[in-house]
C-alpha cells in the first residue's frame, strides 16, 4: 500500500510564507514526477507546480516567482515553499506522485489528503 502523507498547511497572514511537505511512504519501487495541486471554494482543480525525478520544474503562472517546489529523493518527499502569499491562495492543497510499486509494473497516480492554507487579508 501507497500513501502521500502531507503536512505544514495553516492561517497566514497576506504576504506571509508557508512550507508544505508531502512524504510517500508504502512499498515503493519508484517515483517519477511530484507536484502540487490546488483546490478553492467552488473551483476546479489547478496545477501548482510539479518537479521531475531530474529536478525539472513547472509552475504556474500564478505563482512564479513566489512558490517554490523541491523534492528530496532518499527521503521520498516533495516540498512546497510558498512565498507572498495572497488571499487568493487559499485553496485545499493536495499532492500527488506517480508511483511504481514494483519494476514489472507502470507507476501509477497517487493522491494525498489535502492541507488547507487560508491567506487573511
Known amino acids: 500500500q501507497v500513501q502521500l502523507v502531507e503536512s505544514g498547511g495553516g492561517l497566514v497572514q497576506a504576504g506571509g510564507s508557508l512550507r508544505l511537505s508531502c512524504a510517500a511512504v508504502?512499498?515503493?519501487?519508484?517515483?517519477?514526477?511530484m507536484g502540487w495541486y490546488r483546490q478553492a471554494p467552488g473551483k476546479q482543480r489547478e496545477l501548482v507546480a510539479t518537479?521531475?525525478?531530474?529536478?525539472?520544474?513547472n509552475y504556474a503562472d500564478s505563482v512564479k516567482g513566489r512558490f517554490t517546489i523541491s523534492r528530496d529523493n532518499a527521503k521520498k518527499t516533495v516540498y512546497l515553499q510558498m512565498n507572498s502569499l495572497k488571499p487568493e491562495d487559499t485553496a485545499v492543497y493536495y499532492c500527488?506522485?506517480?508511483?511504481?510499486?514494483?519494476?514489472?509494473?507502470?507507476?501509477?497516480?497517487?493522491w494525498g489528503q489535502g492541507t488547507q492554507v487560508t491567506v487573511s487579508t
Open positions: 508504502g512499498n515503493i519501487f519508484s517515483i517519477n514526477a
Open positions: 500527488n506522485a506517480d508511483i511504481g510499486r514494483h519494476w514489472y509494473s507502470s507507476p501509477s497516480a497517487y
Open positions: 518537479i521531475t525525478s531530474g529536478g525539472n520544474t
